[in-house]
C-alpha cells in the first residue's frame, strides 16, 4: 500500500478528509471488530475503514520547531535530507532520508544552535503494509542546552533493510541498534558489533516485527481451552 | 606445591597435577603466580549470570591482567520477556498491567512514562484531574524512596556491609506498606492508568502514610551517620566507577549517575509533567563523579522525595471528595472497588447499579472492560524522572484498542552501557562498586 494517494479518487467511505494531500495509511481496518465470516447481518461486518497516521505538516510549524528544520536543511550537503516533517500531538518529526541520517544527526550535535548533543534512544516500528518501507527507525533525539526534543524518523524496505549507524556520532546509540536489529532485524551498516542483544545468538527470527508470533498454547480451564492471546477473537 | 606459592589453606588443597599448574580459588596470589604461571598472558572470566554480586541476571565478560580489569563487557538478555511484543496484543489499559512489572524496583515510574504517552495520544493531558496527579506524585516520589533505598542496601551488601543491607530492606518495607495501603499489593501495582488512577486514599491512609513519612525521616539519617564517614566505605567508594560529564552525555547516561558530575539535569524540573513544577524541592548534584558521589546523592534525593511527599499529603488534605479519574466515561476505567469477604472486587454498590438498575451501564462496564478504547493514530514519547534516570514510551497507535508499538527506553538498559568505561583499568572488586553504583534493575533492563 502506498503511503500517497491521489486526493481526486473518491477515498473508502469519505472517511478521509478531502483536503489531505498526502495520506500516510498504513492499514485498512474490516469489519467493526475485526471477526469474519460470523454470519453478522448488521451491516458492520461490511465497514472498511483505512488506518491513516498523522500526514506531513507545512511550514511554519511553530516555535523552535521552524528553527530546526530550518538548521537541518541549512546543514553541509542537507539541503533535501528531509523527507517530510509531521507536527503532532506537540511534537515534531523529521523524516530523513536513509542515506543521510548520519550526517544530519552529525550536524544535530554539532551545530551550536541546534546541540541535540544527547540520544535517548533508538528503536524500530513495523508496518508491513507500507510496501517498500516496511522498517521504521525511530531516533529520539533530547537538546539539554535548548530544552528541546525531536523525533527523526528513517525508513526502509523489507528486502533491503539496512540503515547507516549513528553509534560514532551518540555511542549510547550501541545496545539500542542491537536490539533494533535484534527485534526487527535492521541492519546498521558501520555498527561495532551487530549481534543479538536481547534474544539467543542462535535464535531464528525477529520477534518485534508484525509477522512473528506472540506464541502459547491453548490454556484448558474446566474442559474448555482459552487460546493463546494472538489467536483470540478481539477488537481492533 | 609449588615453592612460589607461600599461603596456607587448608581448603585449597595441593595446586599439583600432572597437567601443569593448577590455581586455585582463594585469590590475592598473583603476583606469586605471575612468575611460574600466566606470565602476562591475560585470561578471560565470565562474571555471572548466576553471581551474587550482579545484581540480578547479569553477565560480565572480564579480560583479568592479574587482578586487573582490562577488558569488561556486560551480556544481558537472560530475563528478556517481551513485555513490549505482550502489549501489543492487550488493550491500552491493560497494558499498565505488564509495564509494570519492567522495572519492578521502580514499578510506577514505568507506568508513569506509558501512561502519559497513552494520555498525549489521546489528547486528554489537561483533563486528569488534580487529585489523581497529586496521588501520581505521591507514588512516585514514595517509589524513589524505595528504590534508592534497594541501590544503597544491595550495594552495600556486594562490598560486604551486611548492615547497610538490613537497615535498607527494613526501611524499604515501611514504603512498601504505604504502597500497599493505596494500592493493595506491594509490587505489580498498576495502579496508575489512563485517565488517572483507579482508587482514592483509603480510609485511615492518610495517618498511616504522615506515621510512615515520620517513621523515614527519623530511620534515613542512620544512613548517613553509619556510612557518610566510614573510612571503609570510603575507601571502597571513592574514585570508583568515574564517569566525568562528556562520558556521561555520550553513553546516553541519566538519573544519580549524570547529577553525580554535577549536571542538573532532572526531568521534574527541566521538562516538568503532572504538577512537578508547582512542588518545592531541589535537585541534587555534586561534583564527585564516582560511586561515593552517586551514593551521596541518592541518599540527598531520598529527603527532597521526603519533602515531595509531604507537600502531596498536604495537598491531598485539601482535595478530599475530588475526583480521581478522567471524566470522560468513555476512556474512564471502572474500577469502584472495595475489599469484601472473599477479597477485593467492585463495590457492591456498582454491581447492583450494573445488574440491577442501568442496562446501559452494564452495556458500558462490559464494553469498556473488553474492548477498551480506542486511541486515535499518531505516536508520542513521554520521558519521566526515574529514580534511574530517563525512563520514556515511545507509544505508537493505529487509531485500535491495543497499542501498536511500544518501546520504553529504560534507563538501566542504557546505563548498564557505562559498566565497560567505568570498570576497565580498575580492580576486580571495584567492578561489582561501579555496577552497584549504576542500579541497573535486570528487569527493566531486559524488558
Redesign the interface.
Given at each position: 500500500m502506498s503511503d500517497t494517494q491521489d486526493p481526486s479518487q473518491p477515498t473508502e467511505q469519505g472517511l478521509v478528509p478531502e483536503s489531505a494531500t498526502q495520506l500516510e495509511i498504513v492499514n485498512v481496518r474490516e469489519g467493526a471488530f475485526g471477526v469474519h465470516g460470523s454470519g453478522d447481518t448488521s451491516g458492520y461486518g461490511t465497514v472498511r475503514r483505512p488506518v491513516v497516521m498523522p500526514g506531513p505538516s507545512r511550514a511554519p510549524f511553530g516555535g523552535w520547531f521552524d528553527d530546526v528544520a530550518e538548521g537541518i536543511a541549512n546543514g553541509p550537503g542537507l539541503g533535501n535530507a528531509i523527507e517530510k516533517v509531521v507536527v503532532d500531538r506537540g511534537e515534531i518529526t523529521f523524516y530523513i532520508q536513509r542515506d543521510k541520517i548520519v550526517e544530519t544527526v552529525q550536524h544535530l550535535r554539532d551545530n551550536a544552535a541546534l546541540r541535540f548533543e544527547y540520544c535517548s534512544g533508538v528503536s524500530g516500528v513495523h508496518f508491513p503494509d507500507e510496501t517498500g518501507r516496511e522498517f521504521h527507525v525511530v531516533y529520539h533525539l533530547l537538546s539539554m542546552t535548548h530544552n528541546r526534543r525531536i523525533r527523526l524518523e528513517v525508513r526502509c524496505p523489507d528486502s533491503d533493510p539496512h540503515v547507516p549507524s549513528v553509534v560514532g556520532v551518540y555511542p549510547t546509540a550501541d545496545w539500542h541498534e542491537r536490539e533494533t536489529w535484534d527485534m526487527f532485524g535492521v541492519q546498521f551498516d558501520g555498527h561495532p558489533g551487530l549481534t543479538r542483544i536481547l534474544m539467543p545468538d542462535d535464535w531464528p527470527g525477529h520477534p518485534q516485527r508484525k509477522d512473528y508470533p506472540l506464541g502459547g498454547i491453548d490454556v484448558e480451564f474446566k474442559g474448555g481451552f482459552n487460546s493463546a492471546p494472538d489467536q483470540r477473537r478481539s477488537y481492533n | 606445591m609449588s615453592d612460589t606459592l607461600n599461603f596456607e589453606d587448608p581448603y585449597a588443597g595441593t595446586s599439583e597435577s600432572i597437567d601443569g599448574e593448577v590455581f586455585n580459588v582463594t585469590g590475592g596470589d598473583w603476583d606469586s603466580i605471575q612468575p611460574t604461571g600466566v606470565d602476562g598472558d591475560r585470561i578471560v572470566i565470565n562474571m555471572g549470570p548466576q553471581h551474587p554480586s550482579t545484581h540480578g541476571v547479569l553477565r560480565l565478560i572480564l579480560e583479568l591482567d592479574g587482578e586487573q580489569v582490562h577488558d569488561a563487557r556486560a551480556g544481558?538478555?537472560y530475563l528478556?520477556t517481551?513485555i513490549?511484543?505482550?502489549m501489543?496484543?492487550?488493550t491500552w489499559t491493560q497494558g499498565v498491567t505488564y509495564c509494570t512489572r519492567m522495572d519492578y524496583v521502580a514499578p510506577f515510574s514505568t507506568e508513569a512514562a506509558y501512561v502519559g504517552a497513552v494520555e498525549?495520544?489521546l489528547?486528554i493531558e489537561d483533563d486528569i484531574p488534580e487529585r489523581a496527579n497529586i496521588i501520581r506524585v505521591l507514588l512516585l516520589e514514595l517509589n524513589r524512596i524505595s528504590s534508592h533505598l534497594i541501590a544503597i542496601a544491595t550495594g552495600g551488601m556486594e562490598i560486604g556491609a551486611l548492615t547497610v543491607m538490613t537497615c535498607g530492606f527494613r526501611d524499604r518495607e515501611i514504603v512498601l506498606n504505604l504502597f500497599e495501603t493505596i494500592t493493595g499489593l506491594r509490587m505489580n501495582h498498576a495502579f496508575i492508568r489512563p485517565g488517572g488512577v483507579p482508587l482514592d486514599i483509603p480510609e485511615g491512609g492518610m495517618a498511616e502514610l504522615r506515621d510512615g513519612v515520620a517513621l523515614l525521616k527519623k530511620r534515613l539519617p542512620e544512613y548517613a551517620a553509619l556510612c557518610n564517614e566510614n573510612p571503609i566505605f570510603k575507601g571502597r567508594l571513592k574514585g570508583i566507577g568515574h564517569l566525568n560529564l562528556a562520558g556521561a552525555?555520550?553513553?546516553?547516561?541519566t538519573g544519580p549517575i549524570l547529577r553525580s558530575t554535577g549536571?542538573d539535569?532532572d526531568l521534574r524540573k527541566?521538562?516538568p509533567y503532572w504538577g512537578y513544577e508547582t512542588y518545592d524541592f531541589d535537585v541534587i548534584t555534586r561534583d564527585e563523579p564516582d560511586a561515593y558521589g552517586r551514593f551521596r546523592i541518592r541518599l540527598d534525593e531520598m529527603w527532597e522525595s521526603l519533602k515531595i511527599v509531604e507537600q502531596c499529603l498536604e495537598r491531598l488534605d485539601a482535595t478530599v471528595g475530588q475526583p480521581i479519574m478522567v471524566a470522560d466515561k468513555k476512556i474512564a476505567w471502572p474500577a469502584q472497588l472495595t475489599v469484601g469477604s472473599d477479597g477485593q472486587g467492585n463495590s457492591p454498590e456498582h454491581i447492583k447499579h450494573i445488574m440491577g438498575e442501568s442496562m446501559e451501564a452494564l452495556i458500558h462496564h462490559f464494553k469498556i472492560v473488553?474492548?477498551?478504547f480506542k486511541v486515535p493514530?499518531?505516536?508520542?514519547?513521554f520521558?519521566v524522572e526515574s529514580p534511574k534516570g530517563?525512563i520514556?514510551c515511545?507509544a505508537?497507535a493505529?487509531?485500535?484498542?491495543?497499542p501498536?508499538?511500544v518501546?520504553f527506553?529504560e534507563p538501566s538498559?542504557?546505563n548498564?552501557?557505562g559498566v565497560s568505561v567505568m570498570s576497565e583499568g580498575s580492580m576486580l572488586s571495584d567492578v561489582i562498586v561501579a555496577v552497584a553504583s549504576i542500579d541497573p534493575v535486570m528487569g527493566g533492563v531486559?524488558?
Open positions: - | 544481558i538478555g528478556h517481551g513490549e511484543k505482550n501489543e496484543y492487550r498525549r495520544l489528547g552525555m555520550a553513553l546516553g547516561i549536571m539535569w527541566k521538562q473488553t474492548e477498551g493514530a499518531g505516536q508520542a514519547y520521558a530517563e520514556a515511545h505508537v493505529d487509531g485500535g484498542t491495543r501498536y508499538r518501546h527506553r538498559f542504557v548498564l552501557q531486559d524488558r
